[in-house]
């Protein structure tokens, strides 16, 4: 079974007239997994989110599986066959290593408003479309999983994603950077969840319970020696929250997975012969760039952000290290409690807490991200952090200026 664009979704002849169109256009990918770009905007319509899904729907169609990446986070790719789908009229530079730059003839943008046409250009082709009101759009979006309630999410993974258990402990709802949100049945109670999007996989991998056993179970496409993680167990999973499951590749030969139950990290393993399930002796987890490997610190003194980056507490600020910057030295009052370190404007970034505020302060600035009483996600790749206002609401927020990026809307 594969992940497609629109797992889980119809969203009608006129949309599939329009992605016939720009698919003949589409040059044929140099490789069958394709990076896409896209930008982060809170002001974005329905409309032209339904005709950029086209343009992504068409790229799937000519050449395999599309892979969003936000355009702010470009880092460890190339633009040998990526694309970039801008909404923008004039879209900036997308820079890669070594200051290459997205050539024109795989650069889309989708412009358009509330109302009126929407213009999508494909490399030098140009084509106008009037989709749906914008009422009728965003209700062709969010059908993959309208219904669904939205129970302990989590950002799984490095990657533009978020997983949460829907209305049965056997069900997971995924939603993917620029994707329609997708709803999925399991064959048993699922207690970890992650998305894998990269060159050799793409898939929605969970660790369920069935008959007494405990196993990775993997829908989509790709082959991975995670499936041979089998043991028994007696305790019940539908009893658990639902936790994020980082991958951990040591050899080929030699695999596993970390997970959350009860409150504490778990490692289920497999080495030739033997499938171990034991307790994590790492005090830390966190999920990697790489997506089969798992951040681990069995001291947990500190804080770990993105790529090589560290923080640590030195009294009245906290030390900032990393291959990216500079040492940097980041007040923190007494009142707060760094909570998450993460890059936002090309510098580190620590988050704190204090009562229901999370601020984000660097060396010199501090601003508000968010207020709220509940419990905050926090994701380990990007700078976003993630609220639940309701039981079918959850928002995505940026860091750097606080407003909502996205909202997982399943009422």
């Not at 339904?50 to 969003?68: F, N, S, Y």
């Not at 207690?191 to 008959?211: F, P, R």
Request: negative net charge.
């Amino acid at each position: 079974m594969k992940l497609h664009a629109l797992s889980g979704v119809d969203q009608g002849p006129a949309f599939h007239a329009a992605v016939d169109a720009i698919a003949a256009v589409v040059p044929k990918p140099r490789y069958p997994h394709i990076p896409v770009f896209l930008d982060d905007r809170p002001d974005s319509s329905a409309r032209v989110d339904l005709m950029r899904l086209a343009v992504l729907v068409a790229l799937e169609r000519v050449g395999g599986t599309v892979h969003p990446v936000p355009v702010t986070n470009p880092f460890g790719y190339l633009p040998d066959h990526g694309w970039l789908v801008s909404r923008e009229e004039s879209p900036p530079a997308l820079t890669f290593l070594n200051d290459e730059t997205m050539p024109r003839e795989r650069t889309a943008t989708v412009v358009g408003g509330q109302d009126g046409p929407v213009r999508i250009t494909v490399g030098e082709a140009r084509f106008e479309f009037d989709p749906p009101s914008e009422e009728e759009c965003r209700r062709l979006l969010d059908a993959g999983a309208r219904g669904a309630a939205l129970n302990s999410p989590v950002f799984p993974a490095a990657g533009p994603s978020l997983l949460a258990r829907g209305n049965a402990p056997d069900e997971i709802v995924l939603w993917r950077l620029g994707l329609p949100t997708a709803w999925f049945r399991l064959p048993g109670p699922v207690l970890a969840a992650t998305y894998v999007s990269e060159s050799h996989l793409d898939a929605l991998i969970t660790l369920v319970k069935v008959d007494g056993e405990l196993f990775v179970h993997v829908t989509g496409d790709g082959d991975t020696h995670l499936v041979k993680l089998r043991t028994p167990v007696d305790f019940e999973v539908a009893e658990h929250d639902l936790s994020p499951l980082y991958l951990h590749c040591v050899e080929f030969w030699d695999v596993g997975v970390y997970f959350r139950r009860a409150g504490e990290w778990w490692y289920l393993r497999w080495s030739p012969g033997h499938v171990l399930l034991e307790p994590s002796n790492s005090k830390l987890h966190q999920p990697d760039r790489f997506p089969f490997h798992t951040k681990l610190d069995g001291a947990g003194i500190g804080l770990r952000g993105t790529s090589s980056s560290y923080a640590w507490d030195r009294g009245t600020a906290w030390e900032v290290t990393g291959t990216d910057w500079e040492d940097t030295l980041i007040p923190v009052p007494p009142e707060e409690e760094a909570v998450h370190l993460t890059k936002a404007g090309g510098g580190p970034v620590l988050l704190t807490r204090e009562g229901a505020v999370v601020r984000a302060r660097t060396r010199d600035t501090v601003h508000t991200v968010v207020e709220f009483d509940g419990p905050v996600l926090f994701h380990h790749g990007l700078p976003w952090v993630a609220v639940q206002r309701s039981p079918h609401l959850v928002e995505i927020i940026d860091v750097a200026t606080g407003a909502v990026l996205h909202r997982l809307d399943t009422a």
